[in-house]
């Protein structure tokens, strides 16, 4: 009878276990197809990183390969736009490419005043820098790269060295 009761208990976690990842796996798909529309460029051939710093952080998108001029060239145009996007408050597209507010936009969205937004081309892509003065949008900028580096699964760090 314990045996029973043990088989049948490791089969309902195994059972649990593979149906929460196979929801983690179908909504991470939703999401990259969510980015290949929103951004406008292949996430499987691309990098994204999302770094923080003392005075708010990064976002950098590279191509996988030095030869994918086409997507370099999206690369760049989404970064410049995602600059003046920020900077006037708009956080439609990863709102979008999320499917939800990430956390820190509000934040953002309301001190949008005291945030620099500096874009600048890197080796085979971009990198949007995000920088503030204010302790509390600085905050906000580090929630919301956070989100980032979690959903998209970076393995950048989450806190600042």
């Known amino acids: 009878m314990k045996n029973t009761a043990f088989a049948i208990l490791a089969l309902a976690l195994m059972v ?11 909504g991470h798909h939703d999401m990259e197809q969510r980015g290949n529309k929103g ?19 990064a976002i950098q998108v ?9 997507n370099l060239n999206h690369i760049r145009m989404h970064l410049g736009h995602i600059r003046a ?5 708009d956080f439609n597209i990863p709102g979008f ?16 005043d005291q945030i620099h937004y500096t874009y600048e081309d890197i080796a085979n892509g971009g990198r949007v820098t995000i920088s503030s003065a204010n302790h509390e949008a600085v905050e906000a900028v580090h929630n919301f790269l956070r ?7 970076t393995g950048d760090a989450l806190e600042m060295k």
């Open 97 to 112: 490419v999320h499917d939800q507010t990430p956390p820190g936009v509000p934040a953002m969205v309301k001190l949008k």
């Open 147 to 153: 989100f980032q580096i979690t959903e998209h699964k």
């Open 62 to 70: 590279t191509a996988n390969s030095g030869d994918d001029k086409a």
């Open 39 to 57: 951004m406008g460029f292949t996430q499987d051939k691309t990098t994204h990183h999302f770094l923080l710093n003392k005075n708010g952080g």
């Open 85 to 89: 996007a920020f900077k006037s408050g």
């Open 16 to 26: 649990s276990a593979q149906t929460t990842a196979t929801k983690e796996d179908h």
